[in-house]
């Protein structure tokens, strides 16, 4: 089975500390995805990569910056953080089969994040 | 605009018995519909997935309806247990590119 993991499930930060949110698969897969989760809003895309040191905006990336030097890790940094970044951040790796088509993501079990 | 609504917003029902929850659409180009079942404090485990020419797909109790003419697709459970309670998360992807939209979830409370 397809395992993505993420580094912390709890994280208490203070404003302005810079944070780093840390994800690992171990399927190969090439691409991988930082998302936001808050209450009655759903899921929001942060920031994605389709392959090593490329990396795409999602719909939220306004206070973040991510990070992919090997294929296996995706990193998301909060360069200086905010307590409106208190959410639960979920990472998430999908195989590419040459369309563009999204299929089938495996998530990670997710790091509450509180900035206070 | 791309948008996935689901309903209800929340659901109690009884252990044993049968629910359905709704997931309506408005993605254009159509790729695939995805359900996804969330537990407390985890990430969200892959139920179905459907493409455009199928309407229908089963996992356990679990059955997954897809029409795409009125772009409308359904998560039916079958007598429910104490486990099912969770977060019930409707994903539409478009086609081709990386566009996906998720759905708000229905959250699921299963009384014993």
């Known amino acids: 089975d397809v395992k993505v993991t993420q580094s912390s499930r709890y994280l208490v930060k203070r404003t302005g500390e810079k944070v780093f949110l840390e994800c690992v698969q171990d399927m190969d897969h090439e691409n991988m995805f930082w998302y936001r989760q808050d209450p009655g809003l759903g899921l929001r895309l942060i920031y994605f990569s389709y392959d090593v040191k490329m990396k795409e905006k999602g719909d939220i990336p306004e206070g973040y910056s991510v990070s992919r030097e090997k294929k296996e890790r995706f990193s998301l940094i909060l360069e200086s953080a905010s307590t409106n970044q208190t959410s639960m951040y979920l990472c998430?790796?999908?195989?590419?089969?040459?369309?563009?088509?999204?299929?089938?993501?495996?998530f990670g079990s997710g790091t509450r994040l509180t900035v206070v | 605009k791309n948008q996935v609504e689901q309903s209800p917003q929340s659901l109690i029902i009884l252990e044993g018995k049968n629910c359905t929850l709704q997931c309506n659409y408005t993605v254009s180009p159509f790729s695939n519909l995805r359900w996804y079942k969330q537990d407390t404090g985890r990430g969200p485990v892959s139920l179905t997935i459907?493409?455009?020419?199928?309407n229908t797909k089963s996992n356990g109790r679990y059955t997954a309806t897809l029409d795409a003419d009125t772009k409308q697709s359904s998560l039916h459970i079958t007598a429910s247990q104490l486990s099912d309670s969770a977060s019930y998360i409707c994903v539409v992807s478009a086609g081709g590119g990386f566009k996906t939209i998720f759905g708000a979830g229905t959250r699921l409370f299963v009384k014993a």
């Open positions: 998430a790796s999908s195989i590419y089969d040459g369309t563009g088509k999204n299929y089938g993501y495996t």
């Open positions: 459907m493409t455009f020419s199928e």
